[in-house]
């Protein structure tokens, strides 16, 4: 077995107890939600790689705020895949309602929160973990992500 490590980022995003979700196709095409993510490219930053996949899959120009945390998940069954995934909490800025969605996303929504917690579709545990992290308050700065990226 070869053990495969993916680091990933997500965004929080959150106005008037409404969560901004992606409403896209997993890997088995079953239509599930998640929040606005996805892999870091090569000589990106992980903050850059959070606005950036944030606007491609929602059409929202963000601004990251704070760091939620670090989640580490392994998909049941799966023990040679591992996701690691750096959580943003964000702030929406601007709205390209022209723009196409990313390839495989069915939609962008703002879900409230009561009906979040009954839903039976979400991607993986880390949605709402981190959303309930959220609520209760988790913050941490910014200055503890140390990035040097050469090109």
Not at 69 to 87: A, E, K, N, S
Not at 90 to 95: E, I, V
Not at 101 to 116: H, K, N, R, T, V
């Amino acid at each position: 077995m070869v053990w495969t490590p993916h680091v990933t980022v997500a965004t929080v995003i959150e106005q008037d107890d409404h969560f901004l979700l992606v409403h896209e196709y997993a890997d088995q095409d079953a239509a599930v939600y998640n929040q606005p993510a996805g892999h870091v490219e090569a000589g990106e930053t992980l903050i850059a790689a959070a606005v950036r996949e944030t606007r491609e899959e929602t059409a929202w120009l963000v601004e990251i705020t704070g760091l939620l945390g670090l989640y580490v998940y392994t998909p049941p069954h799966r023990q040679d895949l591992t996701y690691y995934r750096i959580c943003f909490i964000a702030h929406p800025l601007q709205h390209f309602a022209e723009q196409a969605l990313d390839e495989g996303i069915i939609s962008a929504d703002w879900i409230p929160y009561a009906q979040l917690t009954h839903m039976t579709n979400l991607r993986s545990p880390l949605v709402q973990r981190c959303i309930d992290d959220y609520r209760a308050g988790q913050r941490f700065p910014l200055h503890l992500i140390h990035e040097h990226i050469w090109l």
